[in-house]
């Protein structure tokens, strides 16, 4: 074997051999926060996507108490994490990466989600903007021990409300295993947003009925939003109906780039 064939050969067993770790090596660890009345599988197409891409992924299970609580969970997590890590947060999930300030944090993706400013609440910007039915839709509070309250949505009319755009099998099987939020939780003020020093992306569905998309907007361009991406006819949970849409707007926050 000549001095160039070996070399080539040389060459093709060390890409084989690295090609794997250099890609992991090289790409941020994706943390998936689930919002109320969801859980963490709800990102299960999402996770696909991406570990078929080759990132590290972690759908964190949002504990829904309180949102400083909540966000020091979110950051503990973050923070154990080697390396980069790009934040995506679903609806009250957007609440809490935006309270999460940890330095290996390279981006924020909102998916149908609250991108709060300092001092704003979850429900007070739910309650903003016209087109929000979610209210109605809630059954009896829970009481808790601590005098409390968990809210959930009636599972009737999860369907409906909450993921329009999902079969109705699936959407039932998400309704009884939905989880709660405390009532406290989206009345609490958010403090200062990791949005100001942290690159952001938003994406979200035009037939939001949780969440208005006008509110959305609102938020996305206050952010400074490097991408904004409205699927037409989407509902609250497109990550569910549209994993494949939210996976991409995933991969170019990771990249830094834009659509």
């Known amino acids: 074997m000549n001095t160039r064939s070996l070399s080539a050969a040389v060459f093709v067993l060390l890409a084989a051999f690295m090609s ?4 992991q090596g090289t790409r941020p660890t994706i943390v998936l926060v ?5 859980e963490s599988s709800s990102w299960n197409g ?8 080759g990132y590290p992924v972690l759908a964190a299970a949002n504990p829904l108490r309180g949102l400083k609580s909540d966000a020091d969970y979110v950051a503990g997590i973050v923070k ?23 330095g290996n944090v390279r981006a924020l993706v909102y998916v149908a989600a609250f991108a709060l400013a300092q001092g704003e609440s979850t429900v007070e ?3 903003r903007f016209p087109g929000g039915t979610l209210g109605a839709t809630l059954a009896a509070p829970v009481a808790l021990p601590d005098g409390g309250k968990d809210l959930y949505i009636q599972q009737d009319k999860f369907n409906a409300q909450f993921a329009a755009d ?41 037939a939001d009925k949780n969440i208005p998309p006008a509110a959305m907007k609102f938020m996305a ?5 490097k991408e904004t991406v409205v699927l037409k006819g989407a509902s609250h949970v497109p990550m569910v109906s549209q994993p494949k849409a939210v996976a991409a707007i995933i991969k170019r926050a990771a990249s830094g780039g834009g659509g």
Do not use: C
């Not at 999402?46 to 891409?53: G, N, Q, R, S, T």
């Not at 009345?187 to 994406?203: L, R």
């Not at 361009?221 to 939003?225: C, F, L, M, Q, V």
């Open 80 to 102: 154990s994490i080697k390396g980069a890590v790009v934040l995506v947060g679903h609806s009250y999930g957007g609440s809490v990466i935006t309270n999460v300030n940890e």
């Open 34 to 38: 689930h919002g109320a009345f969801a």
């Open 125 to 127: 910007m739910s309650d």
């Open 46 to 53: 999402v996770v696909a996507e991406l570990l078929a891409d």
């Open 166 to 206: 999902v079969p109705a099998k699936q959407a039932k099987l998400d309704a009884a295993a939905q989880r709660p939020i405390a009532e406290a939780a989206l009345g609490e003020p958010s403090g200062a947003p990791a949005w100001k020093s942290v690159p952001s992306w938003h994406i979200y569905g035009d």
């Open 20 to 23: 794997p770790i250099t890609a």
């Open 221 to 225: 361009e206050r952010a400074g939003s």
